[in-house]
């Protein structure tokens, strides 16, 4: 049954991928199975409103039940509501001839005298005043409202939307006719999980941690889920596992800084404090490690349902394996610690260039995941033009289902990418592998001096004649994804 | 570290050949109650080397696991092996101590309950 959604205007590319692997979650696709992962095409149904953009926060989804609806939009950060449309229209006549030819099967078990109700009035690209609403609920008289109404908990919330064809839309091209929509409420979005979680209150920070929206947003990429086992190989503070353990997962970190990982800032400012802030289980492990020389015992393989995580790019954070740099470049020979040093002591670690590390966490997922696991991590892409480099790291163990752009500068941005494991993990795939990593650093990567983004981001503007000023002025101001 | 950890970790210093399980040194053990999951129980269980484990286990100080890894049905119905599993799996702590391994006696050490895998400059 088609369905409306309408979204939170931000984070556009993270919109619909969210709503797909929640469906895939919650058993949207469930008739539609076929036992090879690798076939299987776990797509909804999309349609835009008539005059809309395709970034426009309204759309209309296919849904195989309400219950599925109602899960997917109550589990999801940037659903605003899931609604049943009882009507449409261009004008407030065309949405009455709409809503009263819907079916009465479909609407009198929702007007029941019985039932609480409210109705609530919203408009996207203006603002309404409260005579403006009180108006438009008055206009719906013509719906035989039978229960009582219940401002704060009803049993049935309405919804009358209006998208008007003003010149500005909220940075969006406008809407070239106006669009109303009347429907009643299936679910929407917990949005009080962001201030509960933000990081402004987090007991244990660090500089890369993640903030909780975009935290909870690779969770539901990911899908973590009461009884699954969750892995993050670049923990630092445990802001993924905190989203994941709200999901109910069980979570599982390593990272290769000690001080992070075990010290944090003192015995009540660690990993354990941020979970203990928010009563949620703490992590079943955390280890030291390197992702470059797991620790893994040979032979273990698909144990995590998910691996999460946030990858050094080499801008604020660089990433660091195991070997001290002199030793890996032949500087000088391989030394053994004395005795009496090796307790405390820390080996040297040399940088770790972020196409080796990602090359690394894709053979470390292949092997580790089980099969369907999803592995989500963000890739960071330098933006040329508003286009966006769109050659993304592979691995012939897994299909990608989405990638979402985040911009972060005017030069740099990141994605998130979510992967599914289709293939089971063989010495012929891992050197495969290798060997399109390798191809994959010589035709994609120019761009990453030294294998990281650092110089790419922070070096100073190119100067150039006054052409290149006069150019971004006179570009259309379309925010699209800086939303 | 739990004994799930445990059961995952392998020495891989260059030229050691086998270098899983390795052996617990156990200075401190704390017990730390986890919430019960069967399913989560159900689908670790293929993955644990039980003989690994139920020595760990010994080392830890818990005695009751069976020597024997039961028929995987077993955890479909019988919630006292379950129970028992769990504590063993998810409860035991080591949270002072080190992990050796079989082959070079190399100790890498657990503090606060997290072991260190870093593989020193010659190990690698």
């Known amino acids: 049954m088609w369905y409306l959604c309408v979204f939170y205007h931000r984070l556009l590319d993270y919109r619909k991928p969210e709503v797909e692997s929640l469906a895939d979650l919650f058993g949207a696709f469930e008739d539609k199975q076929s036992p090879d992962f690798a076939t299987r095409n776990r797509v909804l149904e999309w349609r835009l409103p008539k005059h809309h953009h395709p970034d426009s926060p309204f759309h209309f989804v296919n849904l195989p039940s309400e219950d599925v609806a109602r899960n997917i939009a109550n589990r999801s950060i940037l659903v605003k509501g899931i609604y049943e449309l009882w009507g449409e229209g261009s004008s407030f006549e065309e949405l009455k001839e709409a809503v009263t030819s819907y079916p009465d099967e479909r609407k009198l078990p929702y ?6 109700f409210k109705i609530t009035v919203d408009s996207f690209g203006k603002v309404m005043s409260l005579h403006e609403q009180k108006e438009r609920i008055w206009g719906l008289s013509y719906i035989p409202f039978k229960g009582r109404v219940n401002l704060k908990n009803p049993d049935h919330n309405f919804w009358l939307m209006e998208t008007d064809d003003n010149a500005t839309n909220n940075g969006l091209p406008p809407v070239v006719q106006r669009r109303i929509f009347f429907g009643r409420e299936v679910g929407g979005a917990d949005r009080k999980l962001i201030p509960t979680y933000q990081l402004k209150s987090r007991t244990y920070l660090g500089p890369t941690a993640m903030d909780a929206e975009m935290a909870f947003l690779m969770a539901n990429q990911a899908q973590a889920a009461p009884g699954k086992l969750v892995y993050d190989p670049f923990v630092g503070t445990g802001s993924i596992l905190v989203s994941a353990a709200h999901f109910g997962a069980m979570t ?20 354990w404090s941020n979970f203990k802030q928010y009563g949620l289980p703490m992590p079943i492990a955390l280890l030291r490690a390197d992702n470059n020389l797991p620790p893994w015992r040979h032979g273990l393989k698909e144990v995590f349902d998910a691996i999460i995580c946030d990858p050094p790019y080499g801008v604020r954070a660089g990433g660091r394996k195991s070997g001290g740099r002199k030793l890996l ?63 993304f790291p592979e691995h012939p163990c897994f299909k990608l289902v989405a990638t979402s752009e985040q911009i972060l500068s005017s030069r740099y941005g990141r994605v998130l990418l979510s992967m599914v494991k289709t293939s089971s993990y063989t010495e012929e795939l891992a050197l495969a592998a290798r060997i399109k990593h390798l191809e994959f650093k010589e035709n994609h990567t120019k761009w990453l001096e030294n294998g990281n983004l650092h110089s790419s981001v922070f070096s100073p503007a190119d100067v150039e004649s006054g052409d290149l000023k006069v150019s971004k002025e006179s570009k259309p101001k379309y925010r699209g994804k800086y939303v | 570290m739990r004994l799930l950890t445990h059961n995952m970790l392998s020495s891989n210093i260059k030229g050691v050949t086998n270098g899983f399980p390795l052996r617990i040194e156990v200075e401190k053990v704390v017990e730390k109650q986890v919430e019960i999951n069967h399913d989560f129980l159900r689908n670790i269980f293929p993955k644990i080397d039980w003989k690994a484990f139920f020595d760990a286990s010994r080392v830890m100080g818990y005695a009751e696991l069976p020597e024997e890894a039961p028929e995987p049905l077993v955890l479909e119905s019988d919630l006292e092996f379950l129970r028992k599993f769990h504590h063993a799996l998810l409860e035991l702590h080591l949270e002072e101590g080190a992990l050796v391994c079989p082959e070079t006696g190399r100790k890498f050490p657990v503090n606060k309950g997290i072991p260190n895998m870093l593989l020193h400059e010659d190990e690698v």
Do not use: Q
């Open chain 1, 252 to 271: 599982m970190g390593a990272d290769i800084d000690i001080r992070v990982v075990r010290d944090g800032r003192g015995p009540d400012c660690n990993v």
């Open chain 1, 111 to 116: 007007l029941e005298s019985e039932s609480t």
């Open chain 1, 329 to 391: 470049k032949g500087v000088v020979g391989p030394y053994t610690v004395p005795d009496d040093k090796r307790a405390d002591h820390i080996p040297s670690t040399a940088p770790y260039s972020l196409l080796e590390c990602v090359h690394d966490l894709l053979d470390l997922a292949a092997r580790m995941l089980v099969m369907g696991g999803r592995l989500v991590f963000f890739y960071p892409v330098l933006r040329e033009d508003d286009s966006v480099e769109d050659h």
